[in-house]
């Protein structure tokens, strides 16, 4: 069977092909490999999570500047803490609106009449919180976001 082109066609096919392949391959084993090569589809996630974080969280976490690492109810940018936690431990705590961690939180930093965490499992879909911790994730520093994809990595 004769190919058009010839040998130098068909190499070219193979090379495609294993080109796509690894592509896919890296798309759904490398975390963050689909935020990094389709930057539109993360710059829409991230506005999506400012809009939502703006309307439902700044009112008692602030935004992206000011504050300190002990505030309460706490910073999530780069003055605050929550870069330390695991993605699992802070999709628990929006969703549920507390659990241990927030618990002794409230007990080592709360002042009095200080506000509680309401819970979003009613209110936001899973897109929506993924969406709101990627715009979170924009506030930290390259090394602060390195520690908490690790912390992600080892816990979650």
């Known amino acids: ?31 963050g ?25 700044a009112s008692c976490h602030g935004g992206p500047t000011g504050g300190e690492m002990m505030d309460y109810p706490p910073k999530h940018n780069a003055n605050g803490h929550t870069w330390h936690h695991p993605d699992c431990e802070l999709v628990e705590v929006i969703t549920t609106g507390g659990g241990p961690m927030v618990e002794m939180m409230r007990e080592m930093m709360a002042p ?5 965490m309401p819970a979003w499992r009613e ?21 602060q976001r390195e520690l908490q994809e690790q912390a992600t990595r080892q816990q979650c």
């Open 112 to 116: 009095p009449g200080a506000p509680t």
């Open 123 to 143: 209110k936001l879909s899973d897109e929506e919180i993924d969406a709101v911790l990627a715009y979170i994730k924009t506030t930290w520093t390259p090394e």
């Open 33 to 57: 490999v689909a935020e990094r090569t389709i930057p539109s589809l993360a710059n829409a996630q991230v506005s999506r999570g400012e809009r939502i974080y703006s309307a439902s969280c």
């Open 1 to 31: 069977m004769r190919v058009p082109g010839g040998p130098a066609a068909v190499g070219f096919l193979v090379g495609a092909a294993f080109v796509a392949v690894l592509a896919a391959v890296l798309w759904v084993a490398v975390p």
